[in-house]
């Protein structure tokens, strides 16, 4: 198993940035997949971003294109979301997951979630 812990959240101005951590620990971090979620309240959790376990691959949702990019430190077991020109449709609880692939880690039946961390974008 690995545990998935979030962080970096937080409230920012329209036009603002933040960067996103979610920390690994358990089994060896490098051997999987990761992806970013987010859900709004009264919204289903949705797709924000995935990337692959070496780091060479990446995947974005439409709506972040451009805007947001994710990364990986695989010596410190740590992933990132970098989110600029931040809206606030944005606004949301951010989740990370886990899973053995990058197809899997981009949907919601990945198998390891973090709690989540609350971005609030205010106009």
């Known amino acids: 198993q690995v545990q998935l812990v979030e962080s970096g959240g937080g409230l920012v101005q329209a036009g603002g940035s933040l960067r996103l951590s979610c920390a690994a620990s358990g089994r060896t971090f490098s051997s999987y997949a990761m992806g970013w979620f987010r859900q709004a309240p009264g919204k289903e959790r949705e797709f924000v971003a995935a990337?692959?376990?070496?780091?060479?691959?990446?995947y974005y949702t439409d709506s972040v294109k451009g805007r947001f990019t994710t990364s990986r430190d695989n010596a410190k077991n740590t992933l990132y979301l970098r989110m600029n020109s931040l809206t606030p449709e944005d606004t949301a609880v951010y989740y990370c997951?886990?899973?053995?692939?990058?197809?899997?880690?981009?949907?919601?039946?990945?198998?390891?979630w973090g709690q989540g961390t609350q971005v609030t974008v205010s106009s």
């Open positions: 997951a886990a899973d053995m692939t990058i197809a899997r880690a981009r949907t919601r039946s990945a198998a390891y």
């Open positions: 990337i692959s376990y070496s780091g060479t691959t990446t």
